[in-house]
């Protein structure tokens, strides 16, 4: 099962459903992996001053409908499970869940021109800024956790292929209330800004 979820500081989010799950028969104990991949990316701001900069940002940053997209995470998910058949149960053999994070932060590159009060202004915004894409990072941290510990040497009666669906149902439902988090997070933006 994949699933695509974009958080951006905008307040916009996109959600793309993938599915991907794979069924394997094989005897064997299960293992289990949570694998965070990070991938950081940045755009330019320049200035002198907080407005010089705030001025940049609405230059140069990314937009959608809603406006520029100050810091943006885009997580992608991916799980694979593959079970074994035990006399009339089936049992999770393996599984890996993995969470692909793209982190989007803005970097001011003159910083060592400008005078102390415009560096102590962008400090304060940037870690601002990076505490709260941190926050929408917890939160699908914590979601891959809840479906590692759902997946992970499950075992039920009757077929795998029943398994398998209520699996990918309660990992789907998981991602879902996370999506529900993500959201209330971004409501509960906080007011900051270089101006």
């Known amino acids: 099962m994949g699933i695509i979820v974009t958080r951006r500081l905008s307040t916009s989010s996109k959600c793309i459903f993938v599915f991907n799950a794979f069924v394997a028969l094989g005897a064997v104990e299960a293992q289990a ?3 965070l ?19 940049d940002l609405h230059r140069v940053a990314k937009r959608d409908a809603d406006g520029i997209i100050e810091g943006e995470v885009a997580d992608h998910w991916d799980w694979n499970f593959k079970f074994a058949a035990i006399g009339d149960s089936c049992q999770v053999t393996s599984d890996e869940i ?15 021109r400008a ?7 962008w400090n304060r915004y940037f870690q601002e800024l990076k505490a709260h894409e941190d926050g929408h990072k917890a939160i699908a941290l914590e979601a891959a956790k ?3 510990k759902l997946t992970h040497g499950a075992t039920a009666p009757g077929s795998c292929t029943a ?8 990992a789907k439902q998981i ?13 509960s933006l906080p007011l900051y800004t270089l101006e």
């Open 115 to 121: 005078d102390p009060a415009t560096r102590k202004a």
């Open 163 to 170: 398994l398998e669906r209520s699996l990918n149902r309660a």
């Open 98 to 112: 993995v969470l692909k994070l793209k982190i989007l932060l803005p970097t001011w590159v003159d910083d060592a």
């Open 175 to 187: 991602v879902e209330s996370s999506e529900k988090a993500q959201d209330q997070h971004e409501a």
């Open 37 to 55: 991949q990070e991938t950081y990316s940045t755009y330019q701001l320049r200035g002198l001053s907080r407005q010089a900069i705030h001025n």
């Open 146 to 148: 809840q479906v590692n």
């Open 33 to 35: 992996d949570v694998k």
